[in-house]
Nanobody, 125 residues
Framework: VQLQASGGGLVQAGDSLRLSCAASGDTFSNYVVAWFRQAPGKGREFVAAIRFRYRYTYYGDSVKGRFTTARDNAEKSVYLQMNSLKPEDTAVYYC???????????????????WGQGTLVTVSS
């Protein structure tokens, strides 16, 4: 599967933004799809994941209650709805996917075999 992330941009603190991750070459039906982010000078941070077939979702502590990940019924896209954005949410956001990852590894970037190219989100104060 190939992943294409999109939807990033420049917003103000408190605004909302929705990112999309589109699949090509396969559908997401048998995958776990995750979002990670990387701020300048920092390592990659787990944001959210969705076990596509069952719609189970998981969130990083820093975004819980503000971000929501969801899937489409066509099994081709996953979304990250980001509300109440803060300047510390500024980062390049990546989507990633795996067919084999286990639940205990969802937050570990090394568990994902497929990655999108990243989309930049900048939140101004």
């Amino acid at each position: 599967v190939q992943l294409q992330a999109s939807g990033g941009g420049l917003v103000q603190a408190g605004d909302s933004l929705r990112l999309s991750c589109a699949a090509s070459g396969d559908t997401f039906s048998n995958y776990v799809v995750a979002w990670f982010r990387q701020a300048p000078g920092k390592g990659r941070e787990f944001v959210a994941a969705i076990r596509f077939r069952y719609r189970y979702t998981y969130y990083g502590d820093s975004v819980k209650g503000r971000f929501t990940t969801a899937r489409d019924n066509a099994e081709k896209s996953v979304y990250l709805q980001m509300n109440s954005l803060k300047p510390e949410d500024t980062a390049v956001y990546y989507c990633a996917a795996s067919r084999t990852i286990i639940v205990s590894s969802y937050r570990n970037e090394n568990g994902y075999q497929y990655w999108g190219q990243g989309t930049l989100v900048t939140v101004s104060s």
